[in-house]
């Protein structure tokens, strides 16, 4: 049995907050969405994308089930990591399409796909289609050769050019309490939602911090998440009812119409009104009142004319 690679890795942080399976597939979408970004390759609403089988992600993890693998990538799109999509030309065809939903946090946008293939520790690629993976001894029949160290000018170079782009980082992302997104995101998120109703799915995120810290720092894009709730929230939320006052004074209303002239009542803006005859007093029944329908229905019993009334 061969397999196609002898030597599979993971960052252990990543295996400390999502589990050593999740960090490995995050490595591995990596890996080919990198690929395809230097590429040019598979840009779809303006993310890097990489479409794989779960039998062919299985065939590069011999270790993995077709069950553990659906498992894990959902888990990943739940999380806020990576999201599905299906671009496939033809309908029948259910492969799925995956990018990162943080692609600069993950290092697959531009800048990271360039900085990552410019570095002197860049994985070293065979010039057929599939690449050697870091890691892996590309010179199989003697050591790896030796790299040769950068100078003191390179390493303060690149350390200036680090810092700069995380100054650049921080002025593109929005930060309320202990909640990051991008800038972008939530502008996209007020526009959706509103201003008020963002700023409660902020807080109520920022309280989630305390209530689950561990699962709280494993939300790798807090946009997502606060999408996610609120699409959550809408669907548990009943369908509204009709207003209770609203819906008294449309009753009046047709009650009206159907006594005709028979009765003095009329549907007035707040209230319904049964009018005296000769000195008799009116009778008021505002649409607030509880059981408003049922008073209406009484005044009518004692008149004798609720045999009229037959309601639909």
């Keep these: 049995m061969s397999y196609s690679s002898q030597h599979h890795s993971f960052d252990i942080k990543l295996a400390a907050l999502y589990g050593i399976e999740k960090a490995i597939l995050i490595h591995h979408f990596q890996h080919w969405i990198r690929l395809n970004r230097n590429k040019s390759k598979n840009i779809k609403e303006g993310r890097c994308w990489s479409y794989q089988t779960r039998d062919f992600i299985v065939s590069n993890f011999p270790y993995f089930t077709l069950d553990s693998v659906r498992h894990h990538l959902e888990g990943l799109v739940k999380l806020g990591i ?29 800048v990271g796909v360039n900085s990552f293939y410019n570095t002197e520790n860049k994985e070293i690629f065979t010039k057929g289609e599939n690449p050697v993976r870091s890691g892996e001894n590309p010179f199989p029949c003697g050591e790896n050769p030796k790299a040769i160290p950068d100078t003191k000018e390179k390493i303060l170079k690149k350390k200036k050019e680090r810092e700069t782009e995380a100054k ?31 700023k409660e799915m902020l807080e109520r995120l920022d309280e989630y911090a305390d209530l689950n810290p561990k699962r709280f720092k494993q939300y790798a894009n807090h946009a997502t998440v606060i999408s996610k709730w609120i699409r959550e929230d809408e669907q548990k939320e009943p369908k509204k009812k009709e207003d209770k006052v609203t ?66």
């Excluded at 990576?82 to 993950?106: H, I, P, S, V």
């Excluded at 980082?169 to 008020?196: C, P």
């Excluded at 819906?247 to 803006?269: D, P």
Aim: proline share 2%; hydrophobic share 40%.
């Design 82 to 110: 990576l999201r599905c999509q299906n671009f496939n030309k033809l309908k029948m065809d259910k492969t799925l399409w995956y990018a990162f939903e943080n692609e600069a946090l993950f290092g697959v946008d531009a």
């Design 168 to 198: 650049a980082s921080v002025s593109t992302r929005f930060v309320y309490k202990r909640v990051e997104m991008g800038n972008e995101d939530i502008a996209r998120l007020i526009n959706s939602h509103g201003n008020e109703k963002i």
């Design 247 to 312: 819906a008294n004074a449309n009753w009046a209303v047709k009650f009206q119409a159907k006594m005709g002239n028979v009765c003095k009542f009329e549907a007035l803006s707040k209230y319904a009104e049964f009018r005296g005859y000769g000195n008799a007093p009116s009778l008021v029944i505002p649409y607030t009142e509880n059981g408003f329908k049922e008073q209406v229905l009484n005044q009518t019993r004692k008149m004798g004319l609720i045999h009229l009334w037959e309601e639909e």
